[in-house]
């Protein structure tokens, strides 16, 4: 598909966004602008949406460059330069257009339709939550977060004479040779041990911050401020307590029965810390690809034959160079795709080694990259701010659908087999740590003034409840207790991580459908991906299908649906 910006029909095509100054005339324009009809008003909410998308996108690429590396001071003095010089200025800017929004007479006659009255009421929700002394602390926290992806990226081994990113590091775990896993996990650990209390004081200066924010905003604690701010309408804090006690109950015993068969074919007692992703039969670690580009070119030929849309999608990122898919040293780690509102083509960037993970990271991100390809057309920006439950339903869905399309990668049937089986053992283990996370993180916030040492003694009291008891942790008992330390959610996007276990049951659903009738299933698929934030998560989800659920009932179901698919693979 040929793709390019839209025309502007309201800021300068030649705007350079190097202070201030440059856009603030674009701000005063909308908030001193005279609307005296119905149509004046929507000519309004798209000028607003057009300046909105085009510093979003600015702001994107300096993210974007900087995680690409964290060496450059440039890039990263950039990005600087906008979350502490344009940032702070646009959120007062912003809070005036949206009363100025909710003043007007004519929202009530947009809110007759459903995607603006999702949008009105989240800009409700900005509105009763802003305080005009938190923008300076939010600019202070976007600024500070951002030390956790350099001191990440700093992280690394040496291994019979090369350096090794982490990354790379984590491949040796896999090794079948135990003297190999232990050695390349002690290097691991000993490299981190390194950073823990450097890790502790940038979250104790952001915890500080957050909480902050909350009192600011007249609530008791960050975690009852997150839940309004994250824009959480249709579940509640009792509703994420649930889950996580459906998942100690469903989930664990499955998991612990899955390790538990490990162990035997291990023909151990009991697990070291490097023994738990070595395959148990003494298999070598599945490597599906070589380089980034057999990894791209390989996932385009899937998607093709998935839907030709979805390959469409991939090779125009390619076509445009919105791809950086390989570790490197200096650069930042994990992976996203970064949406990009103006051009309406996203950005994916990972750390591939040539691991199976990196498959699945990259059909994750490539989820996600569709995702923004069919909702580009949406009328306005606000429209595509999507809540994580929907987002990430759009990459886990994917990871599960692509399945079948695996020998791609894994031309030996075995080899395919046993890459679905981990995937599917994989969703199994995550989903406890998904739900420790988010239960760890609920703690933090609402008990405040825990000191470092209680902190770990809380998330190794979780690691025990949500463990399955069967690895030995003698001797890196500070590993386990500072484990934490290497979740980029907790440092950067707080509480955003409940939102991949819904996700991941809702993916569930749409995989199962898919068995069923895979191409009725796509289609549902595209249908509620396309509705991006137009309709209520729990109506998305029916367009897709699928039931928005997470009680111990419905992840009961699903268990079951696992462990039957599990069975019949014959590895």
Known sequence: MNISKPKRQFVDTKLVVDSWESIEGYYNNLIQREINSKEDFIYWLRDQSELEAILEEDAAWRYIKMTIDTKDEVLSNAYTFFVANIQPKIAPMEDQMNRKLYASKYIDELSVDPAFEILFRSIKKALDLYREENVSIQSDISKESQKFGALSAAQSIEYKGERLTMQKAALLLKEIDESVRKEAFEKMANRRRNDIEEFDSLFNSLLSKRHKIAINAGFDNFRDYKMQAMGRFDY??????????????????????????????????????????????????????????????????????????????????????HLDLE?????????????????????????????????????????????????????????????????????????????????????????????????????????????????????IYINHKHTNAARTSKWLELSESYGTGLTDWTNYEDVLGNSWQRQLHIFEVPFYYIEYGIAQLGALGVWKNSLTDKQEAIEAYKSALKLAYTRSIPEIYKTANIKFDFTESHISELAAFIENKLAELDV
């Open 236 to 321: 509640t804090v009792a509703d994420c307590e649930d889950f996580h006690k459906s998942v100690k109950s469903v989930i664990v015993p499955l998991v612990r029965k899955i390790q538990k068969e490990r162990l035997d074919k291990l023909g151990k007692t009991e697990f070291k810390p490097w023994d738990t992703d070595v395959d148990p039969e003494g298999k070598a670690p599945l490597k599906p690809f070589d380089s980034g580009k057999e990894l791209l070119n390989g996932t385009i030929n899937m998607f093709n034959r998935i839907d030709p849309y979805f390959g469409d999608c991939l090779a125009t990122m390619a076509r445009m160079n």
């Open 327 to 443: 570790s490197k040293e200096g650069k930042s780690p994990g992976g996203y795709n970064y949406p990009l509102y103006e051009i309406g083509v996203p950005f994916i960037f990972m750390n591939a080694v040539g691991s199976h993970r990196d498959l699945v990271t990259m059909v994750h991100e490539g989820g996600h990259a569709i995702h923004s390809f069919l909702s580009r057309d949406l009328e306005l920006t606000g429209f595509k701010n999507l809540p994580s439950e929907v987002a990430e339903l759009a990459s886990m869905s994917m990871e599960l659908l692509s399945m079948d399309q695996w020998g791609e990668f894994y031309p030996n049937s075995k080899d395919l087999n046993r890459a679905i089986r981990e995937q599917l053992e994989t969703i199994l283990k995550l989903l406890p740590w998904i739900a420790q996370v988010d239960e760890f993180q609920h703690w």
